[in-house]
T-cell receptor, first 114, second 114 residues
Framework: KAGVTQTPRYLIKTRGQQVTLSCSPISGHRSVSWYQQTPGQGLQFLFEYFSETQRNKGNFPGRFSGRQFSNSRSEMNVSTLELGDSALYLC?????????????FGQGTRLTVV | GNSVTQMEGPVTLSEEAFLTINCTYTATGYPSLFWYVQYPGEGLQLLLKATKADDKGSNKGFEATYRKETTSFHLEKGSVQVSDSAVYFC?????????????FGKGTRLSVIA
């Protein structure tokens, strides 16, 4: 079966712009989580959605937001981009809430802010 | 809150050498413990997991034992191959905090030379 699909794979944006990243989970998975990966901070949790409801939220400013649709697909949005938002953004899907069931990761979207 | 500490890298080994990557955690109760691997340009893949004390997770020749008394989950492999070159992440979820997102260590880069 198809894995977790993230689009786009690469993105270059200018400071001050906004960006939307997309994640299609494995069919049947109801939980989608987002992580930011940077060389300095490592992997940091952004938020988790389960059946269209945000279950958990990490310690990121309000510029970072997300949502999940009825088909479990998820999007995350970053507004007013800053240079420090340059990172690999990873999406993970799981059958149930993360931690209970195995999380499957997508290949990520590499965002570069210039 | 929950946290994971793993040995800093990079680690460089010759093919067929023994590998140990140390991982210790801070959490109350009995969290689930994981090792994820990230190959260049890819997302994270679950390598192995353990969900209760004294459990041993194993996969592809890698092993890790859940040690509650030392709050550790060290990754070992008896004979590494060039194809094992990747970044390895120790992670945990759950414990007395309930269903929590994955918390990752900083990652350890392993390079295996022929």
């Amino acid at each position: 079966k198809a894995g977790v699909t993230q689009t786009p794979r690469y993105l270059i944006k200018t400071r001050g712009q906004q960006v939307t990243l997309s994640c299609s989970p494995i069919s049947g998975h109801r939980s989608v989580s987002w992580y930011q990966q940077t060389p300095g901070q490592g992997l940091q949790f952004l938020f988790e959605y389960f059946s269209e409801t945000q279950r958990n939220k990490g310690n990121f400013p309000g510029r970072f937001s997300g949502r999940q649709f009825s088909n479990s697909r998820s999007e995350m949005n970053v507004s007013t981009l800053e240079l420090g938002d340059s990172a690999l953004y990873l999406c993970a899907s799981s059958l149930e809430a993360t931690g209970i069931a195995e999380a499957f990761f997508g290949q990520g979207t590499r965002l570069t802010v210039v | 809150g929950n946290s994971v500490t793993q040995m800093e890298g990079p680690v460089t080994l010759s093919e067929e050498a023994f590998l140990t990557i140390n991982c210790t955690y801070t959490a109350t109760g009995y969290p689930s413990l994981f090792w994820y691997v990230q190959y260049p340009g890819e997302g994270l893949q679950l390598l192995l997991k353990a969900t209760k004390a004294d459990d041993k997770g194993s996969n592809k020749g890698f092993e890790a034992t859940y040690r509650k008394e030392t709050t550790s989950f060290h990754l070992e492999k008896g004979s590494v191959q060039v194809s094992d070159s990747a970044v390895y992440f120790c992670a945990l979820s759950g414990g007395d905090s309930g269903n929590t997102p994955l918390v990752f260590g900083k990652g350890t880069r392993l390079s295996v030379i022929a």
